[in-house]
């Protein structure tokens, strides 16, 4: 295990996935909190038409989904699966969505900011992401006029933002930092060093099955490949530190007792609630980390961490589901993508 964990130079076993954010808005509008219905949907067109109408090579891929449209279940599905923020479905009126049809980017229109575009993807790749979010904003900045100045650059409705616009994040999956007792040190540093680290699913949030999402706040002053830089470095400093903490906690027969424990569990719980799936989902992506699992991949253990939230397990039956019916269904979903090795297209409830 040791020689394992130290020679790894893949690091997807710490690095879940990578975000870019851009913060836009429109010189000629207010900010959304100050805009009226009309004003709103006439943002949501232009926008809409500069995506859909542009000569992008991704633009006939993007779907438009009219925000007020969605069931309470479709809309919180969106914000479990990271593609809209918990903010975008608090009041849908007026709101839209771009999306595109692998899901890799989404494209808010009318949050805190007129446009924020989103790009997501696996693993450690913030360069890649970065480069497709620039060549999208490039896409809207040809067709429209975004509210910039001089000296500040990007203006945005919340000071935070003004500048880059940008915010650069990655999700990482630290057990080992969090069993000991680390993560209360290690977010205070990086506090003075410009970056936060917050729960799954961003600002006041827990971190369920040890995920946690480390972002830049420094958008004023910096450029974009600065922050990504640095951003780069503190989490390479990161895997380091979780990594090594994995292997001192990796021969402890009490930790390999509760990986497999937790692997049991999975493999045969006919219920399964909530907080206890994302804990034992964690435990076994632990395993698979540090050498105990080798027939279980990183990607199916990432995808059954959103396909098991509640709102999503909704959407994908299409019914409203009591809690119990909710912990039936997520325990079968784990159990069939464990026994097959893949993550399977749920079924509706019987």
Not at 72 to 86: F, G, I, N, T, Y
Not at 103 to 114: A, L, R, T
């Amino acid at each position: 295990m040791k020689e394992k964990i130290e020679q790894r130079k893949d690091i997807s076993d710490v690095v879940i996935s990578t975000r870019i954010r851009f913060a836009r808005n429109i010189r000629d509008y207010p900010f959304p909190c100050r805009m009226n219905r009309e004003q709103k949907c006439r943002v949501a067109a232009i926008v809409k038409e500069a995506a859909l109408g542009g000569h992008s090579v991704i633009s006939s891929r993007f779907r438009y989904i009219q925000m007020s449209e969605l069931t309470q279940e479709e809309a919180v599905s969106l914000v479990e699966r990271h593609l809209v923020s918990p903010e975008f479905i608090s009041d849908r009126e007026g709101r839209g969505l771009l999306l595109l049809d692998d899901e890799s980017v989404s494209i808010m229109i009318n949050e805190e900011d007129h446009i924020r575009i989103q790009v997501i993807r696996p693993n450690m790749d913030l360069d890649g992401a970065f480069d497709l979010a620039d060549k999208i904003d490039t896409v809207f900045d040809e067709q429209l006029n975004f509210a910039f100045n001089d000296k500040l650059g990007y203006l945005t409705q919340c000071p935070t933002n003004i500048g880059t616009g940008m915010r650069a994040s990655l999700m990482l999956h630290l057990p080992a930092l969090k069993e000991s007792g680390a993560m209360g040190k290690i977010s205070a540093s990086l506090a003075k060093l410009g970056l936060v680290i917050r729960g799954m699913y961003g600002e006041g949030s827990d971190p369920k099955g040890s995920v946690y999402q480390l972002s830049n706040q420094v958008t004023l002053g910096i450029s974009e490949k600065e922050a990504i830089r640095n951003l780069h470095d503190i989490a390479m400093q990161l895997v380091t530190q979780e990594r090594s903490a994995r292997q001192a906690m990796s021969e402890n027969i009490a930790v390999l007792d509760n990986i497999c424990r937790a692997f049991g569990i999975l493999q045969y719980a006919k219920l399964l609630g909530g907080d206890e799936c994302m804990k034992l989902l964690s435990d076994l992506r632990f395993g698979v980390e540090i050498g105990v699992f080798d027939h279980i991949d990183y990607d199916t253990i990432n995808h059954l961490m959103i396909e098991v939230q509640p709102a999503t397990l909704m959407k994908n039956i299409g019914k409203k589901l009591t809690a119990q019916e909710r912990d039936q269904i997520r325990a079968e979903v784990v159990r069939t993508a464990l026994i097959r090795g893949q993550v399977p297209a749920s079924r509706r409830l019987e």
